[in-house]
């Protein structure tokens, strides 16, 4: 997992937790230059084997949130979207041949 998927790591462990899945992979886009709120992952289910593709856009609280009065803990997630994706929006890459480690 990059430092970026780290970063957001937290959302996805709730979606772990929602979808009864566990992240799998990565896809580390080059294209994507958000990569502090945007991943795009794996996840395969713990009871089959089914996976999918998954686009992520979470906002996660800084400091300034804190501040603001936006978030009352760094790290928590102030919104999030997320659906299922067969193709990279960044670089149109065919996810479902790939799996990225
Ligand atoms: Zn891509």
Redesign the pocket.
Known sequence: MNDAAKNIAPAFELLEKIFDYKIYSV?D?I??NQKSKVA?VYLKSLTSEAGLWRFGDFQIAEEADLVNGDAEQINEIISSSDFNINY?P??G?RLATHLFT
């Open positions: 896809h886009c294209n994507n795009i990279c960044f670089c890459l």
